[in-house]
């Protein structure tokens, strides 16, 4: 029982899911068709029932009328020795009129009117022998003649006395009705659910409406700038429950479309203001690490403790001039500036690169992986050099030595971009870390070597930067293999 119970329940939550995956206007119209045909079902029903009964109300009366005037004929009938043929036909008794007399368990006499007589042999004289008087008239059907509306009546002589009316003009009439109506419902349904699909368009109308601005919005780039957002849905009817839905939509619009404006804002003055203070702390921090390498220069014995500290200043000052360069080139970036438009050597790009670092990280094992044609890529060459400057320098700077990487180039793929990739045999960035691994200030330290100075804003220049190309970049890391794909347009 409690697997039929699980079943059902089964077959009632996967019927609901599919109707829940109908549209909505086919709903509606379904609904709409569905109590129809139950309305129809039940007109139909009680119609036929009705006229089935007043039709048999009619054939009783006229059995009643008919059986006392044709029981009488039939008895003397027989009482005078006449056969059947003498009273198949008698005057006043309408066409079909069954009459038989039943005397002894026998049915000593039988005929139709306008039908002729009955064989002795046949199977409804058996049928007819066998009824016992009876108050109200009843149906039977009778072998070989059909159903009849039949009456019986004690006869004067201890006989019964059998009247019968067919059943046939009432069965005709019944089923000529019911065809009527099926040709008449089935017409119905036809016409409503043509008038309710154009009904429920037009109402529905502003809901596509609402569905297609929806859809403008969802392609608008929403993540930063100035956003313009769509037209105003149209409202033709406030008061309907569709008009409050598009009045709702309208003001999420506005209220969106506020909430952007002022991100917007700030966002620009916070750009505004990283790129001026970057711009202006640009020359008091090389000031400062001159000044420190001037004294270190000009005063050869200073003592330990502060050589040491001018030392540290120098290297601080350092870190921190990277540290303004990379949020100046940020909030250019972001700022939309544009960037140089070149043809670009990928491959020419990726020697130079490794190149470089091989000469500032000597502890890792740097190799290359280039076609043997040049890769060209339309952008600004300085640009892509700082980016894959960048993913060396974070190889170098968070694997340990004897780490092996690799730097391949590949040309023109299926999806018309070609690939750029940084892959290394290190200890893997944690996966908590990954999904944010491009975000600004995010560091990698606690699952690869620490290293001081780290900021973080490297692997963000090389996201800002290859999203200005209209290009791509993911990684991919577990312990052993860490993978960083740039993907530029051909």
């Not at 059902?8 to 569905?34: C, K, P, W």
């Not at 020795?81 to 039988?110: C, E, H, M, N, W």
């Not at 690939?419 to 990954?434: F, H, K, S």
Request: glycine residues 10%.
């Amino acid at each position: 029982m409690s697997g039929a119970g699980s079943w059902l329940a089964h077959r009632r939550s996967a019927a609901a899911a599919r109707f829940e995956r109908v549209g909505l206007r086919t709903r509606i119209v379904a609904v709409l068709v569905a109590l129809l045909l139950m309305a129809c079902a039940v007109v139909a029903l009680v119609s036929v029932v009705a006229l089935r009964r007043f039709l048999f109300d009619r054939l009783d009366q006229q059995l009643a009328a008919a059986g006392a005037r044709y029981a009488v004929s039939l008895e003397h009938a027989a009482d005078h020795d006449r056969d059947d043929s003498q009273f198949a036909s008698v005057i006043g008794q309408p066409a079909g009129t069954l009459g038989a007399r039943v005397a002894g368990g026998k049915v000593t006499a039988l005929g139709i009117v306008g039908g002729g007589t009955v064989s002795t042999s046949s199977p409804a004289r058996t049928a007819l022998a066998d009824l016992t008087p009876t108050r109200r008239p009843h149906s039977l059907t009778v072998p070989s003649l059909g159903e009849y509306r039949v009456m019986v009546t004690p006869g004067q002589d201890n006989d019964l006395l059998i009247t019968g009316l067919p059943e046939r003009s009432v069965d005709d009439t019944v089923h000529r009705l019911a065809g009527i109506e099926a040709v008449v419902f089935a017409g119905a349904l036809v016409l409503t659910a043509a008038a309710g699909v154009l009904c429920v368009r037009l109402s529905l109308r502003p809901l596509r409406r609402v569905a297609g601005t929806a859809l403008q919005v969802s392609e608008l780039p929403l993540g930063s700038g100035a956003v313009s957002l769509p037209e105003r849905v149209p409202n033709p009817a406030p008061g309907t429950e569709v008009g409050q839905v598009a009045e709702a939509f309208n003001r999420m619009l506005e209220h969106v479309e506020s909430a952007l404006t002022q991100r917007h804002i700030s966002e620009d003055r916070l750009r505004h203001f990283v790129a001026d203070a970057s711009h202006e702390l640009r020359t008091p921090v090389a000031v400062i690490g001159s000044h420190a390498e001037f004294a270190l220069r000009s005063s050869p014995g200073l003592p330990e403790e502060a050589e040491r500290a001018l030392t540290r200043i120098g290297a601080e000052a350092a870190r921190m001039g990277h540290l303004v360069d990379d949020l100046l080139m940020l909030a250019r970036l972001d700022a939309g500036r544009p960037l140089g438009r070149g043809e670009i050597d990928l491959t020419r790009l990726a020697i130079d690169a490794v190149s470089d670092a091989r000469v500032t990280a000597d502890g890792q094992r740097w190799q290359l992986d280039l076609p043997p044609e040049p890769v060209l890529v339309p952008g600004d060459g300085n640009a892509l050099h700082q980016a894959l400057a960048n993913l060396l320098i974070n190889a170098s700077t968070h694997t340990p030595a004897g780490t092996t990487v690799v730097v391949s180039v590949r040309g023109v793929g299926a999806d018309g971009t070609v690939q750029l990739q940084v892959r290394d045999d290190g200890p893997g960035i944690p996966a908590e870390v990954l999904p944010h691994v491009f975000e600004r200030f995010v560091r990698a330290d606690a699952g690869r070597s620490p290293v001081a100075g780290n900021a973080g804003l490297g692997l963000s220049i090389v996201d800002a930067i290859v999203r200005a190309h209209g290009g791509s970049v993911g990684a991919t890391s577990v312990p052993g293999q860490t993978e960083f794909t740039i993907r530029l347009p051909a």
